[in-house]
């Protein structure tokens, strides 16, 4: 899908525009499949964009719809596996610990290998937040040997991220660097900002708990300019959020950035996101209560 493209290159604004005119396109048709496997995406960038008030929920409306079909089961783990990194941005690794493992538990009907890898992740990803580190060591390693093996790039790279992460945390900051070591080339190439901006991120509070105050102000720096993708509301949220606070923390400026320039861009497609509700996107608004 388009849209997802988009996402992971930063290009915000453009993946809701494309994810809203797909499902504009899958109601139209009466295609319910589609319209889910949409709405999982919008889901996904608000998420992202650090929206946590949206009403209805489009990722709780897609598990409604998947609910009637045949595959569900496999697209509910899809869409628990959304709402499990939805948690983890948001600061609630046990709630994400779970919806990880039912995503796991969800993964054997379709068996997909895409799938057994995110849910590992994530799991480790929030035991990592439970301070489990035991579970998480096993389960992110698990999750990165098996992207690795089918070369599956979004997964493996936040898999690397959240290793460093755990190493910094059991105090061994050279061991975490080798991880982030190979990250850097292929978050550059893909481009990957979302996970670029992570990596520095975790590298600013390596360099913090080292002491190293000018390396951490390069690296939140670097984290700062790659969340930023079009600028506040369509942002990494999560991303700048951190890179803010190790900048205030060593008494740093943040970067100046340009502005989000709505004149750029195409109108937002004006679609309900549940047509059994009065809820509806609004003149291509970007306010916290409508998608774009």
């Known amino acids: 899908m388009l849209a997802d493209a988009l996402y992971l290159s930063g290009a915000l604004r453009e993946s809701e525009t494309t994810a809203l005119e797909a499902l504009r396109m899958a109601r139209e048709q009466g295609d319910t499949w589609w319209q889910a496997v949409v709405l999982c995406r919008l889901g996904l960038v608000s998420a992202a964009r650090g929206i ?26 899809g869409t628990k596996a959304i709402m499990a990194q939805r948690d983890l941005w948001q600061g609630g690794p046990a709630t994400a610990y779970a919806l990880a493992q039912s995503a796991w538990e969800l993964a054997q009907v379709k ?6 890898i995110r849910a590992a992740r994530l799991k480790g990803s929030a035991a990592l937040g439970l301070d489990d580190l035991i579970t998480a060591d096993e389960r992110l390693h ?17 898999a690397l991220i959240a290793l460093a992460d755990l190493r910094r945390q059991e105090g061994k900051p050279d061991e975490a660097r080798e991880f982030l070591d190979d990250v850097w080339d292929p978050a550059e190439r893909g481009p990957y900002p979302l996970f670029h901006a992570d990596a520095f991120n975790v590298l600013a509070q390596i360099e913090r708990d080292s002491g190293n105050t000018s390396l951490t102000i390069e690296a939140a720096t670097r984290a700062y300019r790659l969340a930023w993708c079009d600028g506040p509301p369509f942002a990494y949220h999560w991303g700048l959020v951190a890179a803010k606070k190790h900048l205030q923390e060593v008494g740093a400026p943040e970067p100046e950035m340009p502005p989000f320039d709505e004149s750029k861009f195409e109108p937002m497609p004006e679609v309900e996101i549940d047509p059994d509700d009065e809820f ?3 003149n291509g608004s970007t306010n916290e209560r409508t998608i774009g």
């Open 52 to 77: 946590t008030n949206l009403s209805p929920d489009p990722l709780g409306h897609a598990l409604l719809l998947f609910g009637n079909k045949l595959l569900a089961p496999y697209r509910e783990g």
């Open 111 to 116: 068996r997909f290998e895409r799938d057994f």
């Open 280 to 282: 509806h996107t609004s």
């Open 142 to 158: 698990h999750a990165l040997t098996r992207a690795q093996r089918v070369n599956y790039v979004e997964e493996e790279l936040p």
